[in-house]
Structures are given as C-alpha cells and as structure tokens.
C-alpha cells in the first residue's frame, strides 16, 4: 500500500491551499482516510477523516469551518482543502487508511502516507 500527499508549499496566512493523498495498492473505495498533521517532537494531531461509506466527515475543532475534506473514488484520491490558514497549522500534514472506522488517532489506521509541508507564513 502506498499513499503519497502533495500540495503542501509556502502560503501566507488567510490564504489557501488544497492538499491531495492519491492511493494505491488497496481497495480505495471501501477504506476510511484521514488526515493528521504533525510537529517536531509532537504526536501526530488528527485533523479529519471521512468515511468511505457515507463519506460523512469529521474534523478537529481546530479546523472545523476552515478545512474541508473530500473523496474521488474513481481516481483513488483523498483532499483537504484548506482555506484562512494560520501559523498554527503550519505542519507536516500526512494522510492515512483504513483500521478502526472514524477513528481520530493515529494508531487507529492501517496504513500511513508521506507527508506533506505546509508552512503558513504570519
């Protein structure tokens, strides 16, 4: 299984940006995926997930009516869009698959991407 994130850059603060996770090497279309990001010396930090069978979504506080994630089923592809982006979320953002449906840890996903830097300048 791999799972490989793009998108992450330079972007100062208010501004946007729409990360992607496109996986391979497993059955996309029945698999939650979630995204985490994570800090130097920190656990990784749940952002969102959405689930494959309604993909209802669910987010951290801390995101909740900034970032939004979404699905394509057809091309294997998970986004967050990420929009009045602040230096706190300035991150390696990762995405992850399957385990324990909606779950919010990251120990409770099977699989585990690369990451992604984001960098939210003030």
């Known amino acids: 299984v791999q799972l490989q994130a793009s998108g992450g850059g330079l972007v100062q603060a208010g501004g946007s940006l729409r990360l992607s996770c496109t996986a391979s090497?497993?059955?996309?279309?029945?698999?939650?995926m979630g995204w985490f990001r994570q800090v130097p010396g920190k656990e990784p930090e749940f952002v969102a997930h959405?689930?494959?069978?309604?993909?209802?979504?669910t987010y951290a506080d801390s995101v909740k009516g900034r970032f939004t994630i979404s699905r394509d089923d057809a091309k294997n592809t998970v986004y967050l869009q990420m929009n009045s982006l602040k230096p706190e979320d300035t991150a390696v953002y990762h995405c992850a698959a399957g385990g324990i449906p909606d779950s919010r840890t990251y120990d409770g996903y099977n699989y585990w991407g690369q990451g992604t830097l984001v960098t939210v300048s003030s």
């Open positions: 959405i689930n494959w069978i309604s993909s209802s979504p």
């Open positions: 090497g497993l059955t996309f279309s029945s698999s939650g």
